[in-house]
Structures are given as structure tokens and as C-alpha cells.
């Protein structure tokens, strides 16, 4: 399906962006304007969109940025939702009071008033909303109800003129989140080979049978890639040391690039910037590398010049 007719946009290159360097993380210190725009001006030099996560103080500098600096730069924008259901199946935790449970369902809804006062507020750089990401895959710590998602769908799209969607696994949507398929206006799947413990040379192929499955069980809708990369570095933690590397990375980002470009797939590679706040104290954890560019901005092997025809 033309994701250029149903999100009303031209063809581009997508990437996930968060700014958080050393010292920085969400909810303490945020990056600067300054900062910001540093980053901007690296990114707009490759891709034409870019994905926040949040409604917070991050996004909102990013918005200001593009704007200020006349940036050519379009936004998928996207609230965070915090766990309304305690998930057992999460292996890093996923348990909590009912006290925290119940402030967490009253803060998701207010989140989504921020997203709808954003989307208003810069309906010509925000091109797509999101109502949350990874809250409904087996795995989470922050558990949402499919029917709590699609309450939040139905509220945000009777509040605004952007498309809507839901960030997710692949996996779920080939069931749970069967239902919520009719309420979004396009699908948005993430898919990860590297941490399913494909080796590079299974990994293209992986992410295509990903895609494909959500795509052909639903051909009437739209299914965009709202995250896909490969990781830099592992303490072994998840992705075995041997899969990972900055060569492995270029091949994955270059191979991905040349599909979707060739399948007019908008596809948004994970991740612009290293983030050294995610995951544990290991500097060599894997959740703090998936950059296309170190946290000092500088590039890795990925970023070599590629040329498109």
C-alpha cells in the first residue's frame, strides 16, 4: 500500500531520535535547544523524518527547533504510556501497586491531551501520531489493555487531523491486537533480528518475513516499520557478542535501506544517536547502542556516504 497517499506525505527516509547524551536521561536532565538543534542538523542531512516517543520536555524542544530553524523536517509524535496492568511475564519486572497502577491509567490520559495539544499545535511538522509503544507485547513493564489502546485511538482521533496508529512488536499484531486494527489508520511494527538471535546473514530476511506476515494478514491497511536496526555492541546480554559490530551494522542499515526504498516501505531505522541512559550500569550493554552515530555524534561505519538511484 502507498504510504505516501495514506499518510499524505512524500516518499523519504525515516529514523527514530532521541537526544539524551551522557549525564542526560527522561524525567532529569533533557537536552538543550542548543543540543537539539545540533542533532537536527545532522539528521536532515540524510532523512526526512524522524520519530519521537513521548510528549515530554525533549519533544517539545525538538518541535520548537524544527520550527525556529525553519527545518525541513516532518514528525511522527507519540505519547508514552505507563503500565495500567502488571505483567509477570516480564523478566526485568513488571509488578505494581494498585495505588501506582491506578495514578499511571490517570497520567496515560493526560498524555494523550498533550499529544492532541501538540498535534494542534504544529499540524505542519507532525505528520502521524502514536498513542503508545511496546505496552501490549508479552514481554513489557509497562502492560496496557488492547481495549485501554484502543480507547486511546478513538480519543486522540476525534481530537485531531493527523493519522493515528499504535508502536508494537510484529508479534501482536498477528493477534492480540486484531481488534485494534480497525481502529488505527495504519499499523506500525517493530522488528529486531538481532535480538531474536539471527546472525546478519538471516537478518534481512527475517525482517522481511515480519513484515510480510503482519502485511498479507491485513491488506487493507497500511504497515509501516516504525523501528528496525541492528546494535554496535553486547555484553552477551540478550544478543550474542559474536552478532554484533559496526560492520554487521552497516550491512543490516544498507540492506534494509536498499528493501524498503525498492518496496516504497516507510521504515523508521532504530536508532539516530547512542544513548548511554538505557539499560544497566555495563557500558557495553547492548540496549545503549544502536546509533547510527556515537553519543559524541560521530559516525560509525554505517554512515558512510550511500548513494540511491
Not at 27 to 41: A, F, I, M, R, S
Not at 237 to 243: A, K, Q, T
Amino acid at each position: 500500500m502507498d504510504y505516501t497517499k495514506a499518510l499524505g506525505i512524500p516518499k523519504g527516509l525515516a529514523i527514530c531520535y532521541s537526544g539524551y547524551r551522557e549525564g542526560q536521561r527522561p524525567g532529569h536532565v533533557y537536552p538543550t535547544y542548543n543540543e537539539v538543534k545540533e542533532d537536527l542538523l545532522i539528521i536532515e542531512k540524510q532523512w526526512q523524518y524522524i520519530r519521537l516517543y513521548s510528549c515530554d520536555k525533549h519533544s517539545k524542544t525538538v518541535l520548537e527547533v524544527i520550527k525556529n530553524e525553519n527545518l525541513p523536517l516532518k514528525v511522527m509524535l507519540g505519547a508514552y504510556i505507563e503500565a495500567e496492568k502488571d505483567n509477570p511475564n516480564c523478566p526485568w519486572g513488571g509488578t505494581y501497586s494498585q495505588n501506582q497502577l491506578s495514578k499511571n491509567k490517570k497520567s496515560n490520559f493526560k498524555k494523550m491531551d498533550v499529544l492532541i495539544g501538540l498535534a494542534n499545535q504544529y499540524p505542519e511538522i507532525i505528520f502521524s501520531l502514536s498513542v503508545g509503544n511496546e505496552a501490549c507485547v508479552d514481554w513489557t513493564d509497562h502492560l496496557v489493555a488492547v481495549d485501554a489502546v484502543i480507547s486511546y485511538v478513538k480519543h486522540v482521533k476525534a481530537n485531531t487531523k493527523q493519522p493515528v496508529t499504535f508502536c508494537e512488536n510484529y508479534v501482536p499484531w498477528l493477534d492480540k491486537l486484531a481488534p485494534l486494527v480497525e481502529e488505527v489508520d495504519f499499523i506500525s511494527i517493530h522488528t529486531y533480528p538481532v535480538w531474536e538471535y539471527k546472525s546478519i546473514h538471516e537478518g534481512m530476511d527475517f525482517t522481511k518475513q515480519n513484515y510480510d506476515a503482519v502485511a498479507k494478514k491485513y491488506p487493507h491497511k497500511l504497515v509501516v516499520i516504525t523501528e528496525a536496526g541492528w546494535a554496535t555492541t553486547s555484553n552477551g546480554y540478550g544478543i550474542p557478542v559474536e552478532n554484533v559490530n559496526a560492520e554487521v551494522q552497516k550491512i543490516y542499515y544498507k540492506a534494509l535501506s536498499d528493501w524498503s526504498i525498492s518496496e516504497s516501505i516507510l521504515t523508521f531505522v532504530f536508532e539516530a544517536f547512542d544513548e548511554p541512559w538505557k539499560g544497566s550500569d555495563d557500558p557495553n550493554e547492548p540496549e545503549k547502542h544502536w546509533g547510527l552515530y556515537t553519543v559524541d555524534r560521530q559516525p560509525k561505519l554505517a554512515m558512510q556516504p550511500i548513494s540511491y538511484k
